[in-house]
């Protein structure tokens, strides 16, 4: 009787964690699940293995892996002052994060382009259909980044920044994005999983290609997935 009581207790915490996830809500946002704090790869692991990765296996990644991707991004890590996982000058946070989910990608997300909204741990879909190959094309036709099943980009508002900082801030939100990008690396080896680092791509065409707005400047993209097995 305990037994099967500790089993409905868990499947309605499963059912009730879960519900919502995938979901377009209000506004258009669909909520992520909880990061996790804890995991089993040491931080010294994940650095030592970390590689830049060209070559993806098909395999979808699942929401909870994508939602603890952001948060390594961008996510809230103190509540009280908002401060997010990557420091910030002046915690100004001129970056902004994008996920181009290919189809089949994520496992129950439609293909498209989702923005991260670090207040609610949540994702906008503001582009539908898979863009990997219109942005992989726009990065000088480095088409291996397509095979990817999500790639991030990492986006620039200047204007939060150098309108305390000036020219100086410009400078600031290129720091920052190293440190969001180290920490995606990190995460993805933590998750079993791989990430690339493109640098070399058309800015103009990859900002269109995932549909932000013209203040939003791309910095760097990263494509993540399962390292392909020889
Ligand atoms: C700012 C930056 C831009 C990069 N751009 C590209 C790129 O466009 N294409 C690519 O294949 N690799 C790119 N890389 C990855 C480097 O080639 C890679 O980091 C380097 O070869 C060292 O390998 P590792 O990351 O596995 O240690 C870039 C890396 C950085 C930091």
Excluded: C
Excluded at 14 to 31: N, S, Y
Excluded at 59 to 76: D, E, H, N, R, Y
Excluded at 171 to 178: D, H, K, N, P, T
Excluded at 214 to 226: D, S
């Amino acid at each position: 009787m305990k037994q099967s009581l500790k089993w409905l207790f868990f499947l309605v915490s499963l059912a009730l964690a879960t519900h919502g996830w995938g979901k377009v809500g209000e506004k258009g946002f669909i909520r992520l699940p909880n990061p996790a704090y804890d995991g089993k790869v040491s931080v010294e692991e994940a650095i030592k293995e970390r590689r830049t990765i060209r070559d993806f296996g098909p395999k979808p990644l699942t929401m909870v892996q994508l939602s603890q991707l952001f948060w390594s991004a961008q996510g809230i890590t103190d509540g009280r002052s908002g401060f997010r996982a990557a420091p910030s000058g002046g915690a100004l946070y001129p970056l902004d994060v994008y996920a181009i989910v290919g189809e089949g990608g994520v496992e129950g997300l439609q293909p498209g382009v989702y923005h991260y909204q670090p207040a609610s741990h949540s994702v906008q879909l503001v582009r539908k259909g898979d863009r990997r190959k219109e942005v992989a094309s726009a990065s000088l036709w480095q088409m291996w980044m397509a095979r990817a099943p999500v790639i991030f980009v990492i986006t620039s508002e200047y204007e939060r920044i150098t309108r305390k900082y000036g020219k100086r801030g410009i400078r600031y939100a290129q720091i920052e994005v190293g440190h969001v990008g180290q920490n995606i690396f990190l995460q993805s080896g933590a998750l079993g999983l791989g990430a690339g680092i493109v640098g070399a791509f058309r800015d103009d065409r990859v900002a269109k290609g995932i549909g932000a707005p013209t203040a939003h400047k791309p910095l760097i993209i990263m494509p993540v997935g399962y390292k392909k097995l020889d």
